[in-house]
């Protein structure tokens, strides 16, 4: 006997079923696999989107456009990136982060392959504008990606290399594209920034190192006294729903 009360015995926290913590710790293989492939997704995404800027001046001699006309190929890029971006998280939560950054990295390599076949000013702002909308998968949904599966101890980490590939993407596609340029012309600095050394490996990063969204499930709280009480398996996100103390 231990003189407890019976309201006592009911109160006291029970500890079956415990919950395990799915989420990726730092210093595992699994930190290393997703950030390795966050970080080449931000790269590539970046990479694409600014690999036409030291080409503005080739696109004003090849087709005949004034130096703000050429400067449309980048702003309706950025411009329906930045719209998309809002209706992309949406889609998130419908088909799953992993899925729709896969899809995004190969519309955009498609996309982005087609400018350097043009020979249409109309057109190739048409396929910018769809490359915006397909580049808009992986920055909406890439943060929200690493909050779901990181560690705390693992996120700060996790996301200053994501955004350290957005910074180097952006510089390389830059510098690489205008280089390219100088020596055989436009067409092959697009053609060569926009397929084999971003979206080709990222997609391939993306699809195999990255393990499908372990969103939190409700399941009965063998630790809360009230019966019904619904609690996420994740302890730091222990609180119940609707929320109790367990």
């Known amino acids: 006997m231990t003189g407890d009360t019976p309201a006592a015995l009911a109160d006291r926290p029970r500890t079956d079923h415990a919950p395990v913590d799915t989420r990726i710790q730092q210093g595992t293989p699994a930190f290393r696999r997703t950030a390795l492939a966050l970080f080449l997704a931000g790269f590539s995404t970046f990479g694409l989107l600014y690999t036409v800027q030291p080409l ?36 998130s939560d419908a088909v799953g982060r992993r899925p729709l950054m896969i899809v995004a990295l190969l519309a955009s390599a498609t996309l ?52 350290g590939g957005n910074a180097i993407g952006g510089m390389s596609g830059r510098l690489l594209a205008g280089i390219i340029a100088d020596h055989w012309g436009w067409r092959w600095a697009s053609a060569w920034s926009r397929s084999s050394p971003w979206p080709a490996p990222c997609c391939c990063g993306c699809s195999c190192r990255l393990r499908a969204t372990s969103r939190p499930v409700a399941v009965a709280c063998a630790s809360c006294p009230r019966a019904g009480a619904r609690c996420s398996p994740i302890p730091a996100c222990r609180g119940c729903s609707p929320p109790r103390s367990c």
Do not use: Q
């Open 56 to 91: 503005l001046p080739e696109f004003s001699r090849h087709f005949g456009v004034s130096a703000a006309g050429s400067a449309m190929s980048l702003s309706l890029t950025t411009g329906t990136l930045a719209v998309a971006m809002l209706l992309a998280g949406l889609l």
């Open 112 to 163: 982005s392959l087609c400018t350097a076949l043009v020979d249409d000013w109309a057109t190739l702002l048409v396929l910018r504008t769809l490359l915006g909308l397909a580049l808009s998968g992986v920055p909406a949904v890439a943060m929200t990606y690493l909050v779901e599966e990181m560690d705390s101890r693992a996120l700060g980490l996790a996301m200053g290399l994501y955004i």
